[in-house]
C-alpha cells in the first residue's frame, strides 16, 4: 500500500499563488512517477501535471501551462505543486497520484493506482 497526503490548499485571489505538497512514507517512492489531477464540481479529473522518477521530465495540462510548476524532492519523500497567476477555474480538488508500473501514458487516470485524499482549493474572483 501507498499512501498519500496531500496538503496546502486554501483559498486565494485571483491573481495569487499557492504551493500545494504531496508526502508519502512509502520506501520506494524515488522510483515513482507521479502526477496531479484536479476535480470541478460535476466534472471528471483532469490532468494536471506529471514527473518522472528522478524529476528530470515534467508533462503539463494544456490549461495550466506556464503558470503551475511540478517538482519532487526524493531525499523528503515528497511533490509538489506551485500555483501561480491562479484563475477562478482552477478550483478544485487537487489530488495526487502514483503513476502504475505499466502505464502507458501520464495523462490518464486508469495509469494511476494510489491517489491521495485530495486537498481544495479556491480561487475567488
Known amino acids: 500500500q501507498v499512501q498519500l497526503v496531500e496538503s496546502g490548499g486554501g483559498l486565494v485571489q485571483t491573481g495569487g499563488s499557492l504551493r500545494l505538497s504531496c508526502t508519502t512514507s512509502a520506501r520506494s517512492f524515488s522510483n515513482y512517477n507521479m502526477g496531479w489531477f484536479r476535480r470541478n464540481a460535476g466534472k471528471d479529473r483532469e490532468f494536471v501535471a506529471a514527473i518522472i522518477w528522478n524529476g528530470a521530465q515534467t508533462y503539463y495540462g494544456d490549461s495550466v501551462k506556464g503558470r503551475f510548476t511540478i517538482s519532487r524532492d526524493n531525499a523528503k519523500n515528497s511533490l509538489y505543486l506551485q500555483m501561480d497567476s491562479l484563475k477562478p477555474e482552477d478550483t478544485a480538488v487537487y489530488y495526487c497520484?502514483?503513476?502504475?508500473?505499466?502505464?502507458?501514458?501520464?495523462?490518464?487516470?486508469?495509469?494511476?493506482?494510489?491517489w491521495g485524499q485530495g486537498t481544495q482549493v479556491i480561487v475567488s474572483s
Open positions: 497520484a502514483k503513476q502504475s508500473v505499466h502505464a502507458s501514458n501520464y495523462y490518464s487516470t486508469g495509469d494511476y493506482d494510489y
